[in-house]
DNA sequence: TTTCAACTCTAGTTTTTTAATTGACAAAAG
DNA sequence: CTTTTGTCAATTAAAAAACTAGAGTTGAAA
């Protein structure tokens, strides 16, 4: 399951696509929007700046706003920043792995089922982006 | 991820499957040989069986044997009876549904990913078995 | 029918992780 | 130079996960 600070990321990201090209938006607004305790999300911005994914401006009219175009940025890459590995273990995660003790991965049967799992849950989380976040478009056809 | 409870249910089970129709095995030597802490393996085995994945017999000559043929168990039957849901988020989960606050599920991007990241993942999950687990049989195809 | 070997079961405790808060700081705008 | 806004490290609080204790129950066999 995600955690709930990765709810909150994709909560305080479903504004940000909709205000895309629209300048800066305060924490405080997203906050405020989207019933987020303000502090917590001042830490999931930051943490999505730091990893490029938004900018941020200081001062009067200042706030966050997406760095570049929607499509660029992938869910995969969100969950990753805010919740760690998309694996569910790991010795079969791509981006945080781990050797497993007590277990021969030549002849673990779990491995192969895991790395399966893996591969078929990046074969939607790679392909989908803040784009698809959008609200009111209900009406698109779903991808492959 | 899987939490540490599941990856133990999931070696003690490997032990169980190599040890099918040779009669009971006792919690202690499964702990033993699968270096689990012997009370929170208790507890793990007793929750498979109260789900009817493994049966037990009290007293001398007793322990814990797989009730059904392994291939009749799937792996996401254990992740659900062990750690629960398998979806990402509650509002997109089959076994263990909860409505998700704060967000209209007609008009929630997220939602349709979630739910085709479950569909992928149980594509895998629910199409693989406890004979999967099986060691020495790395030689066998990988299914589909 | 007693004894012993096992699993059963509830209720803890400890540890770790997650969630949330605090408050001082830095930068930009006007 | 003052206000507005994001930055950041540290701390606390709450929840979940991991693990433990110990009395209870059942079954087999002496």
Redesign the pocket.
């Known amino acids: 399951m995600l ?3 990765a709810q909150y990321a994709f909560r305080a990201l479903t504004l940000l696509v909709d205000k895309y090209d629209q300048g ?1 938006v ?3 607004d997203i906050a405020t929007k989207k019933k987020i ?1 303000i ?2 999300l ?2 999931i ?2 943490g999505l ?2 990893a490029d994914i938004l900018e ?9 706003y997406i760095k570049d175009h929607p499509s660029k940025t992938t869910v995969a890459a969100i969950i990753r920043i805010v919740d760690g590995p998309i694996a569910l273990l790991p010795c079969v995660s791509l981006n945080f792995y781990e050797k497993c003790k007590n277990c021969d991965q030549r002849n673990c049967g779990l491995h192969e089922i895991m790395e399966s799992v893996r591969d078929a849950t990046l074969g939607v989380l790679e392909n989908r982006t803040l784009e698809d976040l959008r609200t009111g478009k209900e009406t698109l056809a779903k991808k492959g």
Chains 1, 2 share one sequence.
């Open positions: 955690s709930r600070k800066p305060l924490i405080s305790p502090k917590f001042e830490n911005l930051l700046r730091k941020s401006k200081k001062g009067k009219g200042g706030g966050y």
